[in-house]
C-alpha cells in the first residue's frame, strides 16, 4: 500500500465529499483566529457522518423541523425587553453592506422597530460596486453609521505577514471586523449585538446554533502571550516590526468582564429568522437599492457574493490552494442545502470556476501587499498541501475532486 502523502494544517489526511452537497471534509472549522494558524496545529476538518452527510447539511436539513413562528416570537420577546426611553441605541449590526447585514438592520429597524446603529470595519480596498452599495446601504436604507478604520500601515503590515506566513491573507480583516461590534457596544451602551448567520450555516458543529448567543468564549483574550498575528507572536511583532500595544489593539476582543460589565449580548438573527442568502439578497435590492456584480465573479458563477473587497478573490483562491476548495465549491454548497441547485448541477459549475486565478486587481494587490510576482506564485505553491496536489509535468493537478 502506497503511503499516504503529508497533510498540512491538521487536515484529515483521507478525502472525502459529502454525499449531498460538494464540500469535503478538508474544510477547517472557524478556530479562534487570534491562535497561531501554522502548519503544524491540528485542525478539525468538516464533521461528515457515517451516512456521508456532512453537518453543514444536516443543520439545514434541521432548519425544516423548526417552529419559525415560535422563534420570531422568541426574538420579539428578547426586542422588547431592551427597549429604551432614553433615545439610546438598542441595537448594533455589524456590516459592510453585503446583502447579510443590509437585511439584518433593516428587518430590525423596520419591522421590529428597534432604535438601530451600524458600524464598519472597511475592506482593504473597496471595489467600485461595493463602495456604492455601501452608501446605499446607509443613504437608502437609512441608517446611522461608524466606520473605524484602521492604522492603514499596520493593517497592510498585518495582511502582508497573514498572507506570507499563513497564506490567509484575511485574518487581520476577520479579527477587526468580528471585534469592533462587542467594543463599541460596550463603550457606546448598547445592549445588544446581532450577526447575521451563525457558522453552523456552513459546517461548523451543530450544537454551536442550539442557542441565539455567539460563543463568549470568542471575545476571551487571554494572556497575551498565546496570541498571534499574521502568524508570528505578538511579542514578536513588538519587536521586529516595532509595533506596540495600541497599533494592534483593535484585532484584539474585549475582555469577557467588560462585556458581563456593560451587560451586553451578543447574538446571531439567523436563530429566530430562517437565513436563506438568496432572500437577503433580494430584501436587499428591495429595501437598500443594492447591487449585484454586472459580471461573473471571478472563481464563482454567482454575482452578489462578497463584492466589496477587491482582496475578496485572494482569500478565497488561498482557500483552494490550502484546502482543495474555491469560491465556487463555497456557493455551490450553499445554494444545494437551499435547493436551488441540484448536486448534479453544483459539480459541473465547481468543475468550470473552483480555482479560478482572480486576476482583475493582482497587480493591485501585488502592489497594495508589497510583493513580486515570483515571490507570491513560490508561497501559493509552498503553501499546497502534498496530500491534495500533485505536479505533473509543470502543472499542479488536485488529487481528489467532488464528482
Same mark, same amino acid.
Given at each position: 500500500?502506497?503511503?499516504?502523502?503529508?497533510?498540512?494544517?491538521?487536515?484529515?489526511?483521507?478525502?472525502?465529499?459529502?454525499?449531498?452537497?460538494?464540500?469535503?471534509?478538508?474544510?477547517?472549522?472557524?478556530?479562534?483566529?487570534?491562535?497561531?494558524?501554522?502548519?503544524?496545529?491540528?485542525?478539525?476538518?468538516?464533521?461528515?457522518?457515517?451516512?456521508?452527510?456532512?453537518?453543514?447539511?444536516?443543520?439545514?436539513?434541521?432548519?425544516?423541523?423548526?417552529?419559525?413562528?415560535?422563534?420570531?416570537?422568541?426574538?420579539?420577546?428578547?426586542?422588547?425587553?431592551?427597549?429604551?426611553?432614553?433615545?439610546? $441605541?438598542?441595537?448594533?449590526? +455589524?456590516? /459592510?453592506?453585503?446583502? %447579510?447585514?443590509?437585511?439584518? &438592520?433593516?428587518?430590525?429597524?423596520?419591522? *421590529?422597530?428597534?432604535?438601530?446603529?451600524?458600524?464598519?470595519?472597511?475592506?482593504?480596498?473597496?471595489?467600485?460596486?461595493?463602495?456604492?452599495?455601501?452608501?446605499?446601504?446607509l443613504d437608502v436604507g437609512?441608517?446611522?453609521?461608524?466606520?473605524?478604520?484602521?492604522?492603514?500601515?499596520?493593517?497592510?503590515?498585518?495582511?502582508?505577514?497573514?498572507?506570507?506566513?499563513?497564506?490567509?491573507?484575511?485574518?487581520?480583516?476577520?479579527?477587526?471586523?468580528?471585534?469592533?461590534?462587542?467594543?463599541?457596544?460596550?463603550?457606546?451602551?448598547?445592549?445588544l449585538v446581532f450577526y447575521?448567520?451563525?457558522?453552523?450555516?456552513?459546517?461548523?458543529?451543530?450544537?454551536?446554533?442550539?442557542?441565539?448567543?455567539?460563543?463568549?468564549?470568542?471575545?476571551?483574550?487571554?494572556?497575551?502571550?498565546?496570541? $498571534?498575528?499574521?502568524?508570528? +507572536?505578538? /511579542?514578536?511583532?513588538? %519587536?521586529?516590526?516595532?509595533? &506596540?500595544?495600541?497599533?494592534?489593539?483593535? *484585532?484584539?476582543?474585549?475582555?469577557?468582564?467588560?462585556?458581563?460589565?456593560?451587560?451586553?449580548?451578543?447574538?446571531?438573527?439567523?436563530?429566530?429568522?430562517?437565513?436563506?442568502?438568496?432572500?437577503?439578497?433580494?430584501?436587499?435590492?428591495?429595501?437598500?437599492?443594492?447591487?449585484?456584480?454586472?459580471?461573473?465573479?471571478?472563481?464563482?458563477?454567482?454575482?452578489?457574493?462578497?463584492?466589496?473587497?477587491?482582496?475578496?478573490?485572494?482569500?478565497?483562491?488561498?482557500?483552494?490552494?490550502?484546502?482543495?476548495?474555491?469560491?465556487?465549491?463555497?456557493?455551490?454548497?450553499?445554494?444545494?442545502?437551499n435547493r436551488h441547485l441540484?448536486?448534479?448541477?453544483?459539480?459541473?459549475?465547481?468543475?468550470?470556476?473552483?480555482?479560478?486565478?482572480?486576476?482583475?486587481?493582482?497587480?493591485?494587490?501585488?502592489?497594495?501587499?508589497?510583493?513580486?510576482?515570483?515571490?507570491?506564485?513560490?508561497?501559493?505553491?509552498?503553501?499546497?498541501?502534498?496530500?491534495?496536489?500533485?505536479?505533473?509535468?509543470?502543472?499542479?493537478?488536485?488529487?481528489?475532486?467532488?464528482?
Amino acid at each position: 500500500m502506497s503511503e499516504i502523502p503529508q497533510a498540512l494544517y491538521g487536515l484529515p489526511e483521507e478525502v472525502t465529499y459529502c454525499k449531498r452537497c460538494v464540500m469535503s471534509n478538508q474544510r477547517p472549522n472557524s478556530t479562534s483566529e487570534l491562535t497561531n494558524d501554522a502548519r503544524d496545529q491540528k485542525k478539525f476538518g468538516l464533521h461528515i457522518d457515517e451516512e456521508g452527510v456532512c453537518d453543514a447539511c444536516r443543520f439545514a436539513e434541521s432548519k425544516e423541523r423548526i417552529d419559525w413562528s415560535l422563534r420570531e416570537k422568541e426574538l420579539a420577546e428578547l426586542l422588547d425587553r431592551y427597549r429604551r426611553s432614553d433615545g439610546g $441605541y438598542e441595537v448594533l449590526v +455589524p456590516g /459592510s453592506g453585503g446583502k %447579510d447585514s443590509i437585511y439584518a &438592520s433593516h428587518v430590525l429597524k423596520y419591522k *421590529y422597530g428597534m432604535k438601530v446603529l451600524t458600524c464598519t470595519w472597511p475592506p482593504h480596498i473597496y471595489t467600485d460596486i461595493g463602495w456604492r452599495n455601501f452608501r446605499s446601504w446607509l443613504d437608502v436604507g437609512g441608517f446611522n453609521n461608524i466606520t473605524y478604520h484602521p492604522n492603514g500601515r499596520v493593517h497592510r503590515l498585518l495582511t502582508r505577514l497573514a498572507f506570507v506566513n499563513l497564506l490567509h491573507p484575511f485574518q487581520p480583516f476577520i479579527l477587526g471586523q468580528k471585534n469592533l461590534a462587542p467594543k463599541l457596544a460596550v463603550q457606546m451602551d448598547i445592549p445588544l449585538v446581532f450577526y447575521g448567520e451563525n457558522e453552523a450555516e456552513y459546517g461548523n458543529p451543530i450544537a454551536e446554533n442550539n442557542t441565539s448567543l455567539r460563543d463568549r468564549s470568542y471575545f476571551t483574550v487571554g494572556d497575551l502571550s498565546e496570541i $498571534y498575528l499574521g502568524g508570528l +507572536p505578538v /511579542s514578536e511583532l513588538f %519587536d521586529q516590526y516595532s509595533l &506596540s500595544l495600541e497599533d494592534i489593539e483593535l *484585532y484584539l476582543p474585549p475582555p469577557i468582564d467588560a462585556l458581563d460589565k456593560a451587560k451586553v449580548e451578543i447574538h446571531y438573527l439567523g436563530y429566530y429568522l430562517k437565513w436563506t442568502p438568496q432572500e437577503c439578497y433580494y430584501y436587499s435590492v428591495e429595501n437598500s437599492g443594492f447591487e449585484a456584480n454586472p459580471f461573473r465573479t471571478e472563481g464563482t458563477y454567482s454575482k452578489y457574493n462578497s463584492l466589496d473587497d477587491r482582496l475578496d478573490g485572494w482569500h478565497f483562491f488561498t482557500t483552494y490552494i490550502k484546502f482543495g476548495l474555491g469560491r465556487a465549491t463555497y456557493d455551490a454548497s450553499q445554494e444545494i442545502r437551499n435547493r436551488h441547485l441540484t448536486r448534479e448541477e453544483a459539480v459541473a459549475l465547481v468543475r468550470r470556476f473552483d480555482g479560478e486565478f482572480p486576476k482583475k486587481y493582482f497587480e493591485e494587490i501585488l502592489k497594495y501587499l508589497e510583493l513580486d510576482e515570483d515571490t507570491f506564485w513560490g508561497l501559493i505553491d509552498n503553501g499546497r498541501s502534498p496530500h491534495l496536489w500533485r505536479k505533473e509535468g509543470t502543472e499542479w493537478v488536485l488529487r481528489h475532486q467532488v464528482s
